[in-house]
């Protein structure tokens, strides 16, 4: 069993940056692929980035390409989101999630414990 606990939302201005935290409990947290989603209001949820027990591949959504970074330190327990030139449309609900089977996947199936989330809000 996996806890995953996000921290690090808030409310930023447009071109602003951000970094969330995902502070997992568990030993098997080194084997797990790791990945962060989002939900906005009335919007589904959807794939943000992913990485590999071993950080060596990551997976990031066209959208955030080139201004979200995924990276994780095990040592730590911890995965990390780094957000950088943030627009408002990047405005929303930001979970965390571990996937047993070290799958660098986007499909919200493939993951099998979340977090409670945490709120981005970027004003313009």
């Known amino acids: 069993q996996v806890q995953l606990v996000e921290s690090g939302g808030g409310l930023v201005q447009a071109g602003g940056s951000l970094r969330l935290s995902c502070a997992a409990s568990?030993?098997?947290?080194?084997?797990?692929?790791m990945g962060w989603f989002r939900q906005a209001p009335g919007k589904e949820r959807e794939f943000v980035a992913a990485?590999?027990?071993?950080?060596?591949?990551?997976r990031h959504e066209d959208s955030v390409k080139g201004r979200f970074v995924i990276s994780r330190d095990n040592t730590k327990n911890t995965v990390y989101l780094q957000m950088s030139s943030l627009k408002p449309e990047d405005t929303a609900l930001y979970y965390c999630?571990?996937?047993?089977?070290?799958?660098?996947?986007?499909?919200?199936?493939?993951?099998?414990?979340w977090g409670q989330g945490t709120q981005v809000t970027v004003s313009s």
């Open positions: 999630a571990a996937n047993k089977a070290n799958i660098v996947g986007r499909g919200i199936g493939e993951y099998d414990y």
């Open positions: 990485i590999s027990w071993t950080g060596g591949t990551t």
């Open positions: 568990g030993r098997s947290f080194g084997t797990y692929a």
